[in-house]
């Protein structure tokens, strides 16, 4: 059985910055891509960010420049680092892996909320 964990989400002030991780546990023999998404209330879950085993990287338009994605594979863990965030960010952020446990499935947390407001 495979858990994601993530952490780092709150409170923080427009052009403020905050740093996500997500560390994988259990049985995990190998992973693959790793990501980043968000749902912010009454929108549909979008693509942030994504990282290949390779470290070619992958942004939405909308946070290029401000946002970087990272992995340990040594921990398991996927790194999001936020800076000059906007009021837009605001959301629910929830990081999704491929992993093998005898089988290739995503795998995703249980979400961390991150609220940009003064």
């Known amino acids: 059985q495979v858990q994601l964990v993530e952490s780092g989400g709150g409170l923080v002030q427009p052009g403020g910055s905050l740093r996500l991780s997500c560390a994988a546990s259990?049985?995990?023999?190998?992973?693959?891509?790793m990501g980043w998404y968000r749902q912010a209330p009454g929108k549909e879950r979008e693509l942030v960010a994504s990282?290949?085993?390779?470290?070619?990287?992958n942004y939405a338009d909308s946070v290029k420049g401000r946002f970087t994605i990272s992995r340990d594979d040594a921990k398991s863990t996927v790194y999001l680092q936020m800076t000059s965030l906007k009021p837009e960010d605001t959301a629910v952020y929830y990081c999704?892996?491929?992993?093998?446990?005898?089988?290739?499935?995503?795998?995703w947390g249980q979400g961390t909320q991150v609220t940009v407001s003064s």
């Open positions: 999704n892996t491929r992993i093998y446990t005898g089988a290739w499935s995503y795998y």
């Open positions: 990282i290949s085993t390779g470290g070619n990287t």
């Open positions: 259990g049985s995990i023999s190998r992973l693959n891509v």
